[in-house]
């Protein structure tokens, strides 16, 4: 696949890709009314679209089980109205979610009692990051992109990697992700998203009102964001979740060799297949004990690496993929 060539934003137009939480499993359970959110959200992209002639909006559905996009303001058949009462905005969007949730219904699988699904968080960035690399290649000059998470299910550990790949991707490309997260507690994959992104994480503390939060804070380009003072994350949660058991961990043992991570000392790692020989690699001095770092809230143990000893090229490595 080419590269993508060279970025040249125009300070006026934004190309918005919106994931939005489809969860039946969240919903169902939540105080909030999905009908009630949902049309709050459509009145926010209705007024993006009304900011400027130009500006592209983008919804992605997220369920249990599967994403798609349900709309997409650059399509020719959403420029005019369905009906003869409704816009396109809405008659195609809510026509292609009622598809959709139909569709992801028919995957849904048997999950544990009392217990909530998570939804597919990482899917929906990864075919976010698709249309936005599309709209890259599409010519020299394009919208600025940035991604919005619309989000209330609980963070989903096995998708971790999946996750933190599409967050690299983000930050390669240059395109924020931000966040407006609706759950009861904070989500710590989408805390991270935004962190490294550096887009705008947020949870509303009042639902009433998310027209004028979305309006407010997410509503704002990437070029008028430098004059206004936005919302801090006061805290971001940069704990794991470990390869063996798909579980958030605070304390794990990370291999040097491909970096996974485990919540138990494993003699050889399940991803690079490598034997740990801590007797015939390390020094005698430092046999029978693992190297011990401080990561970004939570200690890491580094295993035996390839090499004759344990590197510091090794550790630094290590330190900057896990935090």
Not at 3 to 17: E, N, W
Not at 71 to 90: E, Q, V
Not at 202 to 215: A, I, V
Not at 231 to 240: E, H, I, T
Request: aromatic share 10%; with cysteine.
């Amino acid at each position: 696949m080419a590269s993508a060539p060279s970025k040249h934003y125009t300070d006026d137009i934004s190309l918005l890709v919106v994931t939005l939480d489809t969860n039946p499993f969240f919903w169902s359970t939540f105080s909030f009314h999905f009908s009630d959110f949902l049309s709050q959200v459509l009145a926010f992209l209705n007024s993006i679209l009304l900011l400027g002639q130009l500006n592209q909006v983008v919804v992605i559905a997220t369920g249990c089980n599967s994403c798609s996009y349900i709309y997409d303001s650059s399509s020719d058949r959403n420029h005019a109205s369905t009906n003869g009462t409704m816009p396109a905005l809405y008659s195609n969007l809510l026509h292609n979610l009622d598809e959709f949730a139909a569709k992801d219904q028919q995957l849904t699988t048997d999950h544990k009692p009392a217990t909530v699904p998570s939804s597919l968080l990482s899917g929906a960035l990864s075919m976010a990051l698709c249309y936005i690399q599309r709209a890259f290649r599409a010519g020299p000059m394009h919208p600025q992109p940035r991604i919005l998470c619309l989000h209330g299910s609980t963070d989903g550990p096995e998708q971790y990697v999946a996750i933190m790949n599409a967050i690299f991707s983000a930050q390669h490309s240059s395109v924020p992700v931000d966040s407006c997260y609706i759950g009861s507690n904070n989500s710590a994959f989408l805390q991270q998203a935004s962190y490294i992104t550096g887009g705008i994480y947020y949870r509303p503390p009042q639902l009433e009102g998310l027209f004028q939060y979305l309006s407010t804070v997410f509503a704002t380009d990437l070029h008028s964001r430098e004059y206004l003072r936005l919302p801090k994350s006061l805290g971001v949660d940069f704990r794991a979740s470990c390869f063996c058991h798909k579980q958030t961990i605070d304390m794990g043992y990370v291999c040097s060799v491909c970096l996974s991570i485990f919540c138990e000392h494993h003699d050889k790692c399940s991803t690079s297949l490598y034997l740990a020989r801590l007797n015939l690699m390390l020094p005698q001095q430092t046999v029978g004990k693992e190297r011990r770092l401080n990561v970004s809230g939570f200690i890491t143990l580094i295993l035996s690496c390839s090499q004759e000893s344990l590197s510091v090229k090794s550790l630094l490595i290590s330190s900057i993929y896990v935090s």
